[in-house]
């Protein structure tokens, strides 16, 4: 997605858009969104201009400009259901209701339920995953910032959806992630450290994560994190990549880690369990059932397989092709 920053600005924007036959809808309550899961349209519900007059007494808490798809349509989807099959530059605005529509809601073609991002982000189109990414960020935001951080005063909307106003103190808030590191540890013989909180006998097992802390860098972060939740030194910190995670405002920032420490301890409050695992005992401790690792929807998962070559099976997994 092309965010649009340009045009959010302009506080004629959202009421032009809805003049707009090319604008699409994106309906957002409750941390979920109306999605398809089957066939050849499966992706986001997306709605044009024509369905806001039958949301006319529908509860709109706000309306966001998500920005214009920056992408070439792909084969095999229609055009008001998936966000792939969207023209470039096509407008898409979020609409967060106070609560999803009933099923089979007029809006809502057969095949559609109520669906949060973890339960359908490794099954939607990237644009679609995208701009539910995008919309649970920016609702969730709005969620905990009606009110004026220094005085308390109701704030107000303004910038498309993209910043509240204090009009007492005339302070503009805008939209804030929490950085969080998450690092793959690996020892002097090549082995993954995996660890998790809860019940010590719990099944599972992760990378460790932790978030920055004011005044220090994400180097800086690793070393300390790991130091503090179990007991381990690490040097030659390498950056691998990123990924939003709006649960509820995190941006995780994915790193590896070499240590010449062979023990973990885990300091017992944030992390309960830690283990070193070789390839393959990783392999059959997931197949077995010993031991549980993050979905393939996460940068926990990557920063696994990165470590790995490849990816990792799970039960019920096909047999890889020989």
């Known amino acids: 997605m092309d965010r649009a920053s340009g045009e959010r600005a302009d506080p004629s924007t959202l009421a032009r858009l809805r003049q707009d036959s090319a604008t699409r809808y994106l309906l957002f309550a409750q941390r979920s969104a109306p999605v398809i899961l089957e066939g050849q349209a499966r992706g986001l519900v997306l709605l044009d201009a024509s369905a806001l007059p039958v949301l006319a007494g529908t509860t709109v808490l706000h309306e966001i400009l998500l920005g214009r798809v920056d992408a070439e349509p792909g084969p095999g989807h229609e055009t008001l259901v ?41 099954w939607l189109p990237a644009v679609d995953a995208e701009l539910f990414i995008e919309t649970q960020a920016i609702a969730g ?17 303004e910038q498309s959806g993209w910043v509240r106003r204090c009009p007492k103190e005339q302070l503009e808030i805008f939209p804030r992630m929490d950085p969080a590191i998450i690092v793959s540890v690996v020892g002097p013989d090549g082995r993954i450290l995996l660890g998790g909180g809860g019940p010590a006998d719990s099944k599972g097992h992760s990378v460790l994560a932790g978030f920055v802390d004011p005044g220090e860098s994400l180097e800086q972060a690793v070393m300390r994190e790991l ?12 950056y691998l990549g990123s990924q939003a995670w709006p649960f509820p405002a995190s941006l995780m920032l994915g790193f590896t880690a070499r240590t010449s420490d062979g023990e973990a301890r885990p300091d017992g ?10 390839q393959d005992e990783l392999q059959n401790a997931v197949l077995s059932g010993e031991i549980v690792i993050p979905g393939r929807l996460s940068i926990a998962r990557d ?8 990816p990792v099976r799970e039960p ?3 047999l890889p092709e020989s």
Not at 108 to 117: I, K
Not at 141 to 157: A, I, K, L
Request: charge should be negative; aromatic fraction near 8%; include cysteine.
């Open 227 to 238: 130091m503090e939740e179990v007991s381990v030194r690490v040097e030659a910190v390498q």
């Open 269 to 278: 409050v944030e992390v309960t369990h830690a283990r070193w695992f070789a």
């Open 316 to 318: 019920g997994d096909p």
């Open 82 to 122: 998936s966000g792939a099959g969207l023209p470039l530059g096509t407008p898409v605005v979020a609409l967060v209701l106070a609560e999803p529509l009933e099923a089979g809601h007029q809006l809502l073609p057969e095949g559609t339920s109520w669906r949060g991002y973890r339960e359908t982000g490794a």
């Open 303 to 310: 920063l696994i397989e990165h470590w790995y070559g490849g």
């Open 141 to 157: 935001w709005h969620e905990s910032h009606g009110f004026c951080p220094r005085c308390g005063t109701p704030t107000s909307v």
